[in-house]
């Protein structure tokens, strides 16, 4: 049964590829904008390297791309154990009558846990020793303003070396944060150590949504309750998941925001003041490339790296450092055992390796900078105080910057369609000299493309490729002054991980709010199912507001729940010295991880505000229908009236509706009825204006349109799914691909589960959307399975979010044979007792008590012939050039006999 009707297909065109997002961002540079208290744009905070080495190469970078050292791998604990040789044996200390508070140097100084901490080990010994040696055992330039005691310390819990004496790996997690403590403790005890902070615990995997936010309670938190009275900023990892072979898992974008609004409202609970974030490693975990360096592998972090950046940016107030993970020249990586090459995070390369007698030790020179550098050029200039920037979607982030005769102006795209943005310059452009633009173009399989010009004119619109990253420069002929003041503050509650029940008010109070003139949204921070609503009731003082369906990055779909904040815009007029927010979702299932209000408020009120309007989308295909809806995004300074249109070709009108909306920004959903079907043709138009109540025509305040929409009939697709040429006969490993044939109605679950004749061995699960197509899905089991006989692979599509008893269709293969996969064996044909050697073969194999000559065949799985060929006396046969997997080799057209390529 066919099961895309009409109504669920117009519903879901705002995800085909047919939509694409229309963008318009206001620059106002006569406005100087706060974050708290902070307005310059400290660089030392973000644009800092993965190391803490001062060579001349360093030094080049330092001054030439305005870059300060960032994180390296030494300290307190490391040095005892170089001296000692045992993990908690410390050295001499030096007696001394220095009380003076010690100088430090900016960057953060980390160590590996297996050379701090042991479960049995005296904590107030080991902080006694880092305090020691952070006073009298380095100079200025070897003391960081950061002591991180531990790098990733959670993660490695379970090891070995830490499990005999602790085999619980929680407790041991628990150990380690008291460990931090202590460290935090003592050093606050310390007045010559007062300019150094003590940070943690790096966290490696912050998926705090797991397992109903089980993860936060047993590590975040955790860390917060036992180590945090005494920790002077947080420290997290976050990383994009760039998989150049299947599917990325990105942090970028909502996820990561929602990940530090959470540490952030805690730290509001428990101390009544927010403390700062050490985001000591930030970027993309590359998968799916080739072994050895490229540019393009170099390069395809970057773009998380920026996209990561963009967010902290608006968190420079609540920011002790950032850092993102590129690197220092890594030598200790180029060795023999990784055939010389290079670290993909690195920023320097050698050009010339030459390997000595100590295979850890090649002589390496001639450095050269990665593809990575280009991140440093595309930022080195930006500098100064911020501006009032705002886009109108929250895939295209926005940074912007004045001092002296320059502005900058920083624009990302987040999202994976091409975006065209408006450039709104609210202040105008008068006295402008020159316009620099820099660009950072990074792609899957192609070389980045970094571009640094001069434009002959101020562009009105740009067009930003997915994952595109631009600086503009714009030079004036006298120094900026700014004429008003607007100030970013944001209000926590105590309340936080609130369940959520259908139907039921979360009530959230925010008091003592400064209002005023200027702009307002609720960050809502949600972890829930894939299958149930991001989109509740929510009402401010009793107005209820528009949840936007768009957020920051990409859906998630490919994680198993969706954890992100959503931005909600509403008029700061709702707002009270006293507010009650609440929020009611239709279905229950998840949590309200965080709620957090930002109000931005003009020091001289600002009056006169634009009245604008927008599509949110734009739409250029649609099915055959008498009737379409349509969003429109609108701002008006009073009430004021919208009129939606819809046009045939050749401009007829064949639909419009007025309607009257209130003072302030929203969304409308306006439908309109056709007086007949739509025809074919790709020719329609939709067009919205906002103007004053009762005008006519011609008084317009502002408009948008989208022209060329296609209209042809819509596509029915069922949920089906089956194995395409899955093959019955296999080796035995730990990894198998399957391709499937698939059609999906809307987006849908397709899971691959591979089973013995009796039990469960593993599964996969993928997201395929809406149509039809062959997937490619891997499962990865735990061992390779026995050789024999009964084994079975199993699919089945779904709805996202369900289980294997929601399937919709399913398909098996049974009788599957799997075959040895590391025996070397001889094949025998029951023909002149010609025989085989060997099987698993690699290059080649050689038929022996061959007397004359022979016809052979090789044929793949598909069973497309490889290889047909006479061979005499002697001969082998040469399959080095073969892909791994299985092979059927007959001789003289005798029954096919198969054989595995290695």
């Keep these: 049964m066919k099961t895309l009707h009409f109504i669920l297909g117009v519903m879901m065109l705002l995800s085909l590829p047919s939509v694409t997002a229309q963008t318009k961002v206001d620059i106002d540079m006569s406005t100087e904008r706060y974050l708290g208290t902070v307005s310059d744009l400290d660089r030392t905070k973000y644009f800092t390297i993965h190391s803490n080495s001062n060579d001349a190469d360093h030094q080049k970078l330092y001054k030439d791309f305005n870059v300060t050292r960032g994180r390296g791998f030494w300290g307190a604990f490391s040095y005892a154990k170089n001296k000692t040789g045992v993990v908690g044996e410390y050295p001499e200390y030096i007696a001394s009558d220095n009380t003076s508070e010690r100088n430090v140097s900016r960057f953060v100084a980390t160590e590996h846990p297996r050379n701090v901490v042991r479960y049995d080990l005296d904590k107030e010994k080991g902080a006694a020793w880092a305090a020691e040696y952070y006073k009298n055992h380095v100079n200025d330039s070897g003391r960081p303003e950061f002591f991180e005691p531990m790098n990733e310390p959670f993660v490695h819990s379970g090891d070995a070396v830490f499990s005999e004496q602790q085999p619980d790996a929680q407790k041991m997690r628990i150990r380690m944060a008291e460990w931090f403590g202590a460290i935090g403790k003592k050093f606050d005890e310390t007045p010559e150590l007062s300019k150094m902070k003590v940070i943690g615990y790096s966290s490696a995997w912050p998926s705090m949504e797991l397992w109903d936010f089980g993860h936060w309670d047993s590590r975040m938190k955790m860390f917060m309750d036992v180590a ?19 599917q990325d898992n990105k942090r970028s974008g909502s996820n990561s925001e929602a990940i530090l609004d959470l540490i952030e409202t805690y730290s509001y609970a428990k101390w009544g003041v927010i403390k700062p974030h050490a985001i000591t490693e930030y970027g993309g975990i590359e998968r799916g490339y080739p072994a050895g360096y490229s540019d393009i592998k170099s390069a395809i972090s970057l773009k998380s790296i920026n996209a990561l950046l963009f967010n902290l940016l608006e968190r420079e107030n609540r920011m002790a450092i950032s850092i993102p993970f590129i690197t220092g020249k890594a030598t200790w990586y180029i060795n023999a055992s990784n055939n010389y090459q290079t670290y993909i995070p690195a920023l320097w390369r050698p050009l010339s390796i030459t390997p000595t007698d100590n295979p850890n030790r090649p002589i390496l020179e001639d450095w050269s900078y990665t593809a990575k550098i280009d991140f440093y050029k595309l930022w080195s200039d930006v500098k100064g105080k911020r501006i009032l920037v705002n886009s109108s979607n929250p895939d295209v982030q926005i940074q912007g910057f004045a001092t002296d005769k320059k502005v900058y102006v920083a624009l990302n795209n987040l999202d994976d369609k091409e975006q065209v943005v408006e450039l709104n310059m609210v202040s105008g452009l008068s006295g402008l000299q020159k316009i620099r633009s820099k660009s950072l173009r990074i792609y899957e399989n192609s070389n980045p493309e970094y571009t640094d010009s001069e434009i002959e004119k101020a562009p009105n619109t740009i067009t930003l490729i997915p994952n595109e990253t631009v600086v503009l420069e714009y030079t004036f002929n006298t120094d900026l002054a700014f004429a008003n003041t607007i100030r970013s503050k944001n209000y926590y509650t105590t309340k936080h991980l609130q369940k959520i029940e259908a139907n039921t008010d979360i009530v959230f109070n925010f008091n003592n709010v400064q209002v005023g003139s200027g702009f307002a949204k609720l960050k809502m921070a949600i972890g829930r199912k894939h299958n149930v609503s991001k989109s509740p009731k929510l009402k401010i003082n009793g107005v209820e507001v528009h949840v936007p369906t768009n957020w920051k990055g990409y859906d998630q779909r490919n994680r198993g729940d969706f954890f992100g904040t959503i931005d909600i815009p509403f008029p700061i007029e709702l707002l009270k010295v006293d507010n009650t927010i609440t929020v009611n979702f239709p279905d229950s299932g998840g949590r309200v991880s965080s709620m957090i209000l930002e109000v931005e408020k003009y020091d001289k009120a600002v009056i006169g505000k634009k009245d604008t309007i927008l599509f949110p989308e734009v739409i250029t295909s649609l099915p055959i229908a008498d009737s379409y809806s349509i969003n429109v995004n609108y701002e008006a300074t009073t009430n004021r009236e919208i009129i939606a249109e819809f046009w045939l070709a050749k401009s007829k009108l064949a639909s419009s ?13 306006i439908s309109l009825k056709l007086p007949a079907m739509a025809e074919p043709g790709d020719q329609y138009s939709f067009k919205t204006y906002i103007r004053p109540i009762g005008e006519n025509e011609g008084k317009y305040l502002d408009t948008a349109q989208i022209d060329n929409i296609v209209i042809s009939e819509i596509i029915e697709y069922d949920d089906l799914v089956s194995f395409k040429d899955a093959p019955t006969t296999i080796p035995s490993t730990t990894s198998y691909s399957f391709n499937l044939d698939y059609e999906a109605s809307t987006d849908r679950e397709i899971v691959v589960e591979f089973w013995s004749a009796t039990n469960w061995m593993g599964q996969q699960k993928e997201i395929v959307p809406t149509g039809r197509g062959v997937k490619s899905i891997t499962v990865n089991l735990s061992s390779a399975p026995s050789p024999g006989e009964g084994y079975v692979y199993k699919t089945h599509i779904r709805p996202l979010g369900t289980n294997w008893q929601q399937a919709i269709d399913t398909d098996q293969v049974n009788n599957v044979t ?15 007792n010609l025989r085989i050697s060997s099987n698993p073969v690699k290059e080649k194999f050689t038929i022996h008590n061959l007397t004359n000559p022979v016809l ?7 069973g497309q012939k490889v290889l047909s060929k006479v061979i005499g006396k002697y001969n082998s046969i040469d399959v080095s050039s073969y892909k791994r997997g299985i092979y059927f080799i007959s001789i003289n057209n005798s029954p096919f006999t198969k054989f595995l390529k290695q």
Excluded: C, W
Excluded at 228 to 243: C, Q, R, S
Excluded at 657 to 669: I, N, Q
Excluded at 856 to 862: A, F, P
């Design 228 to 246: 945090g009275d005494h920790i002077d900023a947080f420290a997290t990892h976050l990383y994009d998941g760039v998989n150049v072979t299947g």
């Design 856 to 862: 052979i065949q090789v044929s793949n799985l598909k």
């Design 818 to 832: 799997i075959i040895g996969g590391g025996e070397k064996e001889d094949m025998l044909f029951n023909i002149n």
């Design 657 to 669: 509706k007025r309607l009257v909306v209130p003072a302030g920004s929203g969304t409308r959903s």
